[in-house]
């Protein structure tokens, strides 16, 4: 059975925080709070752990995986982003959106969408997740919680590790979280195209 720690939604406790880092450290997948919902992490260079994922979520080849950063210079490094994009993601981050951008070379192959070598992009405005990509000091490869089967992700931390307990190795409860996913936009040719309504208002992108 994973992992299980309580942790403070608004003052994360650095030790706990440590702890969890370590654990993605050693190639783990844990499970953590986001604004919109629970999701799946990883780091970026643990293939074992990505995989891992890929099985849980059964996730298909074509999948568009996200990084979740710290903040606007992360993206910087790990997407090419043009100047419209970048007044974009400068006005929505953090906040409950995923921009999907052309990756940099310094993402790995793995992570891209294998024909259109894009990436998805995330900042989550909720102090846990900030608080893990600060202390791993990159960002971590990232998925929402859907199950198979599911219409609607989970809310409650102790529900997800009953569920899928023997499949990560650290359930991160920070309290409940939305059931909606974030809004996913697509900047891949500079001009926004709202591929999936979620948790952040769309209709910003469609004016």
Same mark, same amino acid.
């Given at each position: 059975?994973?992992q ?11 030790r706990?925080?440590r702890?969890?880092?370590?654990i993605?450290?050693?190639?783990g997948v ?18 074992e ?5 890929r099985q ?5 080849e ?20 043009e ?6 993601l ?7 959106? +995923?921009f999907? #951008? ?5 993402v %790995? ?7 259109r070598?894009? =990436? $998805? ?7 846990i ?11 971590m490869?990232? +998925?929402?919680? #859907?199950?198979p089967?599911d219409?609607? %992700?989970m ?8 569920? =899928? $307990? ?5 359930v ?6 939305g059931?909606e ?8 040719d ?12 769309a209709s910003?992108?469609?004016?």
């Amino acid at each position: 059975m994973s992992q299980y720690f309580e942790i403070h939604p608004e003052t994360p406790q650095p030790r706990l925080i440590r702890q969890a880092v370590n654990i993605l450290e050693a190639g783990g997948v844990i499970v953590y709070p986001t604004d919109s919902t629970y999701a799946l992490a990883c780091a970026m260079g643990a293939k074992e752990a990505v995989d891992r994922i890929r099985q849980i979520r059964q996730l298909p080849e074509r999948h568009n995986f996200t990084l979740t950063c710290r903040d606007l210079s992360d993206i910087g490094t790990y997407a090419k982003v043009e100047n419209t994009a970048y007044r974009l993601l400068k006005a929505f981050t953090p906040g409950p959106y +995923t921009f999907v #951008l052309r990756a940099t070379g310094e993402v %790995p192959r793995r992570l891209q969408h294998p024909k259109r070598k894009s =990436i $998805g992009i995330r900042v989550p405005d909720h102090p846990i997740a900030r608080a893990l990509t600060e202390g791993l000091g990159e960002p971590m490869m990232t +998925t929402s919680l #859907l199950l198979p089967g599911d219409d609607l %992700p989970m809310t409650e931390a102790e529900d997800i590790r009953e569920r =899928i $307990g023997k499949l990560v190795d650290l359930v991160i409860d920070g309290g409940p979280c939305g059931m909606e996913p974030s809004t996913v936009v697509d900047l891949y040719d500079g001009k926004p195209v709202v591929l999936r309504r979620g948790a952040g208002d769309a209709s910003v992108f469609e004016e």
